[in-house]
């Protein structure tokens, strides 16, 4: 996972090399980035010091349980901690929501992870912020982000 597309995002649509995609509104203090081969979509927002990203990669080999691809996006993070994880209905499907901390290069974060598998892709969003009321505030706009999301039919 985490191969980055050559997409673009029109509106709330993705449109990628082998998926396309909707997403909800994201808030208006968070900025896009642009992070090197590494995600389809991804925001910061400096106030709250978080980032979240949406991703996604149409390979058959992909086709594992959920929480192997949540262990292969924890990679890299160390002193995992998961304080939440329940399966939930996304786009028709069944996807798995993981919140832990851990420690990124030595620093605590709040991590949020939710991984869908539809239609031989895997789509995985992700948010981090630093511990603490943060990541209660960022999590709204991440949730009204992944409520909009749906997957568009017919390849790009």
Known sequence: MGCATTGTLQGSVYQGDHTSYRIGPVGPNWTRVTVNQQNDLAWHNEAKGGVMHADSDCDPGLDIPLTALRSHLMIGFTEREVIEEEVMPMDGREALRTHFTAKLDGVPRDILLQILKKDDCVYDFGLITP????????????????AGFTTMTGQP
């Open 131 to 146: 511990p603490g009321p943060t990541f209660d505030e960022a999590l709204v706009d991440f949730d009204a982000m992944l």
